[in-house]
């Protein structure tokens, strides 16, 4: 054989490995399932696996599957994500989300964010030692929801009941309601929920909220709350009714005050959690961690607009103060 042929032989059989390889799927392959629809905060999940090494696009594919609000589907995407063969399964937008997972497998790791108790909703048995293919991050709703119903007595000492807006159609609804409640009496006050499992319907709980004089509302933690906050910030302002809610976003859209987890946080944490198990650490050496960044912002133009002067009590322990 020729020299000219020899080398030119080698030269193929070199570049026919990167050939190949560039044609073959991305691995490690990663399913988000998640009980909202996309949402911005997709992308700090992102950040936390880029830690680890890990970017979508380059060496990691995700399959993503959202049940928008619409639980009973999720039983059906997290199947449909096992039998693609994902090496691990991150859930959001609902404790549903990891049930359905766990649901679906007891062998691929499931790295899911739950705003409220994981124990009490049956994703594990400890918090320190998660045990089996679960474990994630949690924010303890419940607890959250509590603070937010001090926080309106304090603005609001003289009102006798708070409208509890929540989505019959959670399994967490009762354990939401409970917490408010018990809040709720250790200030001297009442709780009224208000159930809302449609736009619609969130409509008619503030049609009711306004017919039963009913002095200010609190927002439970919901994907579909989250999904029409331009709808429910609207409506408060409408009605001229306080409103607190859980996340910044509703004030930055015009809200009046909100105090809960910074979801950013908790979702960078999840997405370092999922790189460190495509990594090959096991799920069951990872606690499940709370996020402890807790967040109270107030919207001082939508206090004046309802004419209330916020208690310094209140504004000195705000995060962050929109005029």
Known sequence: ??????????????????????????????????????????????????????????????????????????????KELVDLKVRAIVTFGANEAGLAAKAATSTVPVIFSAAEDPI????????????GN?????????????????????????????GLLLNPERRNTASQARAAQEAAARVGKKIRALNAASPREIDEAFAILTKERIGALIIAAEPLFTEERDRIVALAARHATPTAYPLRDFVGAGGLMSYGSSLKDAYLLLGRYAGRILGGVRPADLPVQRSAKVELILNMKTAKALGLSIPITVLGRADEVIE
């Open 134 to 162: 679960l474990t994630g991050v949690t924010w303890m709703g419940a607890d959250l929801l509590a603070k937010s119903v001090e926080l309106m007595h304090e603005l609001l000492p003289r009102v006798a009941e708070l």
């Open 1 to 78: 054989m020729r020299r000219r042929e020899v080398i030119k032989g080698l030269g193929l059989a070199a570049a026919f490995p990167l050939t190949a390889r560039a044609q073959q799927p991305l691995h490690p392959a990663v399913g988000f399932l998640s009980g909202a629809s996309h949402n911005a905060f997709v992308a700090s999940i992102h950040s936390g696996l880029k830690e680890a090494g890990f970017v979508e696009g380059q060496n990691l594919k995700v399959e993503y599957r959202w049940a928008e609000t619409r639980y009973e589907r999720l039983p059906a995407l997290a």
């Open 120 to 131: 009490a909703s049956g994703l594990v048995t400890s918090l320190s030692r998660p045990e």
